[in-house]
């Protein structure tokens, strides 16, 4: 088989930048290894600057009748005290908030609007395990598609596969790690109609506690500990039910809704970023790039945003054959600093604020920025601004072919 693009991964990322090149006239072949996307805590998160991409692309009214519940406010709990801290509603964009929506829902409506596209071809259940290189540059990637093994030969080969992406690993890129001082375990609890309608978090002695309205139920986020998984489920799930009351005591009458230590679900936390994203043919973008911590929610719609900007780079020489690696330097030159930067604010928040409080050394105080923005609502805009928009947005720069 052959294609000017093969994207590994069939991810936010994968799927934004296939539908984006077949849009502009490039040949896009998508693998995404299962057979569907249904998968439970996967990132649900769609922030202001995604939803901004969805209206330039003319989608945005058809996106927003999919299922979604809308979150526009951030409140945090330090001990006993309860502080405002973000407020999107007075973002100057098309939808000041952000839309909980499951990531399958908006993968199947990116992959349904890239069929209607000439160059657009998703191989589901299609698994690469292999890169084909000639003279030093990546030509493809073998695959098995459906259970058979296959050849894709293409100009360029994109990683898309995620934090554990096989592209990274196969090419040897060199990876720092950034590290992180926590997991996250997830589960959901039912969302009653006399419920707060915000995202909130308790951070208190040893504990941390965040909660993500979905409408009709809460995703609920235990921030445990680095590698304390294990003790975790040995301490059985009354002990983590007798924790969620005393954190969230308005959660009593619905803790028994958790069976067994086994509806928690892990989610092992790294922070990491590739040295160098791109060799001659290839190209890592989103977490196979640059690993995120949970922290905000943001790793979705940064993956977004490189898709977008490789787009816009690499759409033209693609078109005319002319594909050259300073095109691919570009587009880690373009998203260098906004993964950086990002990457920079979740670690001060996992050193200042996460790291010592599971620790549990003494009364856990609201930071003093916490304070202030509590205090004064217009300065709750600025972290509005940045959760939902991000470093350095980027805006569809190519036309349909």
């Not at 809308?70 to 405002?84: K, N, P, S, T, V």
């Not at 190209?283 to 690993?291: F, Q, R, S, W």
């Not at 928040?349 to 205090?375: C, F, H, S, T, Y």
């Amino acid at each position: 088989m052959r294609t000017q693009v093969c994207i590994v991964g069939g991810g936010p990322a994968g799927m934004m930048l296939g539908f984006l090149l077949a849009r502009g006239g490039v040949e896009a072949v998508v693998l995404e290894k299962h057979g569907d996307f249904l998968r439970d805590f996967r990132g649900d998160t769609i922030h202001p600057s995604t939803l901004e991409v969805m209206g330039e692309l003319g989608l945005l009214d058809a996106f927003l009748k999919l299922p979604h519940h809308r979150i526009d406010r951030f409140i945090a709990q330090f001990g006993e005290r309860r502080l405002a801290i973000a407020d999107l509603t007075h973002l100057p964009v098309r939808c000041p908030y952000i839309a909980m929506m499951p990531q399958w829902d908006f993968l199947d409506f990116l992959a349904d609007h890239g069929r209607a596209l000439p160059g657009f071809t998703l191989l589901m259940r299609g698994e690469a395990h292999g890169l084909i290189e000639d003279n030093g540059r990546v030509v493809g990637v073998r695959a098995r598609v459906d259970g058979e093994e296959r050849e894709i030969r293409a100009q360029l080969v994109v990683g898309a596969d995620g934090r554990h992406s096989m592209v990274r690993e196969k090419i040897g890129f060199k990876v720092n790690e950034i590290g992180a001082p926590m997991d996250v375990m997830w589960f959901q609890l039912s969302h009653r109609p006399s419920d707060e309608s915000a995202v909130m978090g308790r951070i208190d002695s040893g504990s941390m506690f965040v909660m993500l309205d979905r409408g009709d139920y809460w995703q609920c986020a235990y921030v445990i500990p680095k590698g304390s998984a294990e003790a975790v489920r040995a301490g059985g799930i009354e002990k983590v039910r007798a924790l969620i009351v005393r954190l969230m005591p308005f959660l009593a009458d619905r803790v028994g809704e958790l069976k067994s230590i086994d509806d928690l679900k892990l989610l092992t936390v790294g922070v990491d970023r590739l040295e160098t994203w791109w060799r001659p043919g290839v190209l890592c973008i989103g977490d196979a790039a640059h690993t995120m911590s949970p922290i905000g929610g943001v790793g979705i719609n940064l993956a977004i945003q490189d898709a977008i900007a490789a787009s816009n780079i690499l759409t033209a020489p693609l078109r005319a054959g002319r594909l050259a690696d300073s095109d691919l330097a570009a587009v880690q030159a373009r998203r260098l600093f906004p993964a950086r930067a990002t990457q920079a604010a979740q670690v001060f928040i996992q050193n200042r604020v996460i790291a010592p409080a599971l620790l549990g050394k003494g009364p856990v105080a609201a930071p003093w920025p916490a304070v202030m923005l509590d205090r004064f609502p217009l300065l709750r805009r600025l972290p509005a601004r940045l959760l939902a928009m991000g470093v350095r947005p980027e805006h569809i720069q190519t036309r349909p072919a």
